[in-house]
Every structure is written in C-alpha cells, then in structure tokens.
C-alpha cells in the first residue's frame, strides 16, 4: 500500500499565470519558477522509482521468506515553501541550485516495516541495487535521539532517465518499524500542531513511552523468529 500526499504543479497552468501571479514579478522570477516546476517534476520521477523498488524488494521478500517486510509507503514532494524554509535556515540564496545542491529531503519516502530487522533488511537489499547510490546514512535505531525519536535515515541517489540527459536524483527514505511510526506521529503532533511548550511538557512520558515500544517490539520479534523456526 502506498500513501501519497500529493500537491500538483504543471508547466502550462504555471505559463498561463501571467493574469495575476507574475502581476508584479520579473521575467527572471517566472524563469526561476518554472525552473523550479521542472525540478520537482524530476524529484518526482525520483520518489515514483524508489517506491517501485521497495515495492519489488517487498514481492520478492515475500515470496522468499513468507512474511513482507514493508508495512506500507508513504511518499511527499517538500513544498517550495518548506525548500524555502530550509534554504533560509541555511543561510543559503533562494534559488534551484541551492535547494538542488543542498535540500536532500525535496523527495522523501517514509518506509513503516512490520518488524525491526525488517527495516535492515530493506535497507541491505536497496543498496546492494547497481543504481542506488548511499549518499548519507543516519541510524537513530541504534543510537536514538535524546527526545526517543528512532528511525534509520538514508539519503539515496538514483538515476533518473529524461529526453535528453540522465540526472542523479537524491531522495531522503526514512525506515521505521509502526511502533516507531506510532511513537513519531504523536511526538509530531505535539511539536508541530501544538506547541514547543506540550512536547517539553511531554517529555518525559515521551520519552519513557519510546523505552517501553522498543522494548515491546523486540519481545515481539524474539516471538516472531522463533515461530519462524
Ligand atoms: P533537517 O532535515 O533540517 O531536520 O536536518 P537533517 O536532515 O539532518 O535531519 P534528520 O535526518 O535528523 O531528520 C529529518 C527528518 O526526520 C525530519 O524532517 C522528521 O521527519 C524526522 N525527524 C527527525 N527527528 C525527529 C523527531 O525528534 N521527531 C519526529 N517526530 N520526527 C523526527
Ligand atoms: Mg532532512
């Protein structure tokens, strides 16, 4: 199953704007604009490729070991607000090339495993590809974050054929497995659609609660190999 929070761009709608978009803009915002339409049309291209691999990855796992590693997919393109966001935190000019050399996350999958060594699975089958390049690997299974937060983090780069050139496309995938994914989405909405003041206020149940869910799961996963054997 896969998850997609979508917000379409198109080149013609982006064109026909001149009415009140480009109202008070120069030719070159409208250039950078397009620029920046084309760019996340690539990105795009990018996630869809990724996700139809863990989605191969995830067939032939099953058909070899008899369980899915892949709970399901979600998938988002960074709005070019949010691109602008963390240009500016940066500290970096609001351009194209900047969020292209910089923004590893434009395109991002998040990948929910059923179990936890389900997620390195996922993660040594993906990169043994001939076409998947490891750019950065952040592992806050193994050493998690002071608040609880675990995930593994892969920025990955893959090849994305067009019309007249091949470009490597970087695409941020983070693994997790639903207990982290449970645990995440609640520290997220307490951060995000609340304020600091509830995650700090929080903090401690949090973060006992993060103890408590990985030590569930691995209870869960000695339960699960040994019915396998
Ligand atoms: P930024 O992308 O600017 O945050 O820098 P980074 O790429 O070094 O960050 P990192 O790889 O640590 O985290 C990137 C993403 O992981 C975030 O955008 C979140 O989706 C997720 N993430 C990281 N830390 C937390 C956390 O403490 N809680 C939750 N809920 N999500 C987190
Ligand atoms: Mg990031």
Not at 7 to 21: A, F, I, M, R, W
């Amino acid at each position: 199953m896969i998850i997609e929070r979508k917000s379409k761009v198109n080149l013609p709608d982006l064109t026909e704007q001149d009415g009140h978009l480009f109202q008070s803009s120069r030719e070159d915002a409208r250039t950078s604009l397009i620029k920046l339409a084309q760019t996340m049309q690539i990105y795009n291209g990018a996630m869809k490729v990724v996700s139809a691999k863990l989605e191969l990855l995830d067939d032939e796992f099953q058909f070899s070991n008899k369980h899915n590693p892949i709970h399901h997919l979600e998938y988002r393109i960074k709005s070019p607000l949010s691109i602008g966001k963390k240009l500016q935190k940066y500290g970096l000019p609001l351009t194209v090339e900047a969020a292209r050399e910089r923004v590893l996350d434009i395109a991002g999958i998040r990948v929910i495993c059923n179990f936890l060594d389900d997620v390195y699975a996922v993660e040594k089958m993906l990169l043994q590809q001939a076409d998947v390049t490891l750019v950065k690997r952040k592992d806050y299974i193994e050493q998690a974050k002071a608040n609880g937060y675990r995930s593994l983090h892969l920025v990955v780069k893959v090849p994305i054929f067009l019309s007249g050139s091949t470009e490597e496309i970087p695409v941020e995938i983070q693994l997790r497995t639903v207990a982290m994914d449970y645990w995440a989405s609640l520290e997220h909405m307490l951060r995000y659609k609340n304020k600091d003041s509830d995650t700090q206020q929080y903090a401690a149940m949090l973060l006992d609660c993060a103890a408590t869910l990985a030590d569930t799961e691995k209870k869960m996963l000695f339960i699960r190999q040994h019915i396998e054997e």
